[in-house]
């Protein structure tokens, strides 16, 4: 089982710097892979390999840990800086001294749960294939999806990736010229629930991520931002290293 991470993706959950200025410093040949010069695109395990940037030793605990759950708005980008001057989601939390980042993303265009923090251990295990995290979106489209169009989703969709997993879809309403519906996936491919619909006929009005993982909308309680600890989602995704 394929248990790596891309180098510049660990240097950024590890809190040393964003992806792309944690490539600059590969190309630099800043940065040693188990003490030899690192690669664009090497792919390293995060349990096995040592990894040191200008002769320190890199770990994910570099800092105190930070957790934060959030609402991600229409209208943000789920990075930590955004070269087109666009908001990003860390412009919603409280000032705080640590350099965290969002586990996952959602598009400009969808809102709902995210994840935020410097762990970069959790954010491996959040978004790793292997670990099968499960992310359920609430999702309004133009029409009503037949059943055809249903049994499609919940078989798996074509996509440039490969075929999607089966999805868990259901019919939360109708209106006259729309429907809502829940799908749960587990892969994190960009901008999937909506290239899955339009793959089916669908165009997407409103996406909401409501769940990720053991982490729910509920636990907001309402509020835009919370802190939170991740004992009780290792614990009960049963999250082996």
């Known amino acids: 089982m394929n248990n790596t991470i891309k180098l510049h993706a660990y240097l950024a959950h590890a809190g040393v710097a964003s992806r792309r200025k944690s490539e ?3 190309k630099a040949k800043k940065v040693k892979v188990n003490n030899q010069l690192a690669t664009i695109g090497q792919r390293i ?8 940037v200008s002769g320190q030793i890199i770990t994910t605990n570099q800092q105190p840990s930070r957790y934060f759950l959030i609402y991600k708005p229409v209208g943000y980008v789920s990075t930590t800086s955004d070269e087109q001057g666009r908001k990003t989601v860390l412009e919603l939390l409280p000032a705080i001294k640590e350099r965290v ?34 992310k359920t979106y609430h999702v309004t489209v133009k029409g009503h999806p037949t059943s055809k169009a249903l049994n499609h989703l919940r078989r798996g969709v074509k ?12 019919v939360i309403d109708t209106e006259d010229q729309t429907t809502t519906l ?32 053991p982490y729910s909308i509920d636990d907001l309680r ?6 939170v600890e991740p004992v009780s989602l290792l614990k009960s995704m049963s999250i082996q290293p």
Do not use: C
């Open 101 to 134: 980042y969002p586990v996952g993303r959602l598009d400009i265009e969808s809102e709902g749960l995210l994840l935020i923090t410097n762990d970069g251990e959790l954010a491996y295990k959040m978004t790793h294939p292997k670990f099968q995290i499960p």
């Open 24 to 26: 600059e410093l590969i």
């Open 222 to 227: 309402g509020e835009k931002v919370m802190k």
């Open 159 to 170: 996509l440039s990736e490969g075929y999607t997993q089966p999805a868990v879809v259901n």
């Open 45 to 52: 395990d995060p349990v096995r390999d040592q990894i040191s």
């Open 182 to 213: 829940s799908i749960k996936i587990h892969e994190g491919w960009n901008r999937q629930v909506r290239r899955m619909l339009e793959r089916v006929g669908y165009d997407t009005i409103k996406l909401v991520r409501v769940q990720f993982g």
